[in-house]
């Protein structure tokens, strides 16, 4: 059973306790007020009054009672969406580690200058060539030897946009 029907449960059986324990004392005191009006005063013969035999403890003691049933209830409703949001959280942390590992493992089958053109585009992904050129401090004739390397092992892309080439990362990093 999940958390949400638990939830809802405990909060009806909450609320079927405190009504019922509301009724009983309606009818309680219903009664107490007929016995007063039957004797035209709440002193019994032996003087006391008929409001202090009241034992009202076990009323309080209940509405405590459904009252800590209802909040369970609550919090096990409250408790569901958390626990959902806690688990998104944690899976979104587990795809980012799993991506910066094959990031990291992609990076050790790369020379330095592949390496510092792969962080680049993956830093901004669609750079121009030109770009690239000047972020890697790598020499125009250079660039283009590594980024035909890295295009052959199916890593980038270019994409030509007028006089220059825009790259982008084939594969998901």
Same mark, same amino acid.
């Given at each position: 059973?999940?958390?949400?029907?638990?939830?809802?449960?405990?909060?009806?059986?909450?609320?079927?306790?405190?009504?019922?324990?509301?009724?009983?004392?309606?009818?309680?005191?219903?009664?107490?007020?007929?016995?007063?009006?039957?004797?035209?005063?709440?002193?019994?013969?032996?003087?006391?009054?008929?409001?202090?035999?009241?034992?009202?403890?076990?009323?309080?003691?209940?509405?405590?009672?459904?009252?800590?049933?209802?909040? #369970?209830?609550?919090? +096990?409703?409250?408790? @569901? %969406?958390?626990?959902?949001?806690?688990?998104?959280?944690?899976? $979104?942390?587990? &795809?980012?580690?799993?991506?910066?590992?094959?990031?990291?493992?992609?990076m050790k089958g790369l020379d330095e200058d592949e390496k510092k053109v792969i962080k680049a585009i993956k830093?901004?992904?669609?750079?121009?060539?030109?770009?690239?050129?000047?972020?890697?401090?790598?020499?125009?004739?250079? #660039?283009?030897?590594? +980024?035909?390397?890295? @295009? %052959?092992?199916?890593?980038?892309?270019?994409?030509?946009?007028? $006089?220059?080439? &825009?790259?982008?990362?084939?594969?998901?990093?």
């Amino acid at each position: 059973m999940d958390n949400k029907k638990l939830g809802i449960m405990l909060i009806v059986i909450a609320m079927l306790i405190a009504g019922t324990v509301y009724l009983v004392k309606v009818r309680q005191n219903s009664i107490l007020e007929k016995v007063i009006a039957q004797q035209g005063t709440c002193f019994l013969e032996d003087g006391t009054c008929l409001h202090q035999n009241e034992n009202s403890g076990w009323y309080y003691a209940i509405w405590v009672f459904a009252a800590a049933i209802a909040s #369970l209830g609550v919090y +096990l409703l409250y408790f @569901e %969406k958390s626990q959902k949001e806690i688990i998104s959280t944690l899976e $979104k942390h587990k &795809k980012i580690q799993v991506d910066d590992e094959k990031f990291e493992i992609l990076m050790k089958g790369l020379d330095e200058d592949e390496k510092k053109v792969i962080k680049a585009i993956k830093e901004q992904d669609g750079i121009t060539q030109q770009t690239l050129r000047l972020r890697t401090d790598l020499h125009k004739s250079k #660039l283009s030897i590594v +980024l035909d390397g890295l @295009e %052959k092992k199916g890593l980038l892309k270019r994409i030509p946009e007028g $006089k220059t080439n &825009k790259v982008f990362l084939k594969i998901r990093l």
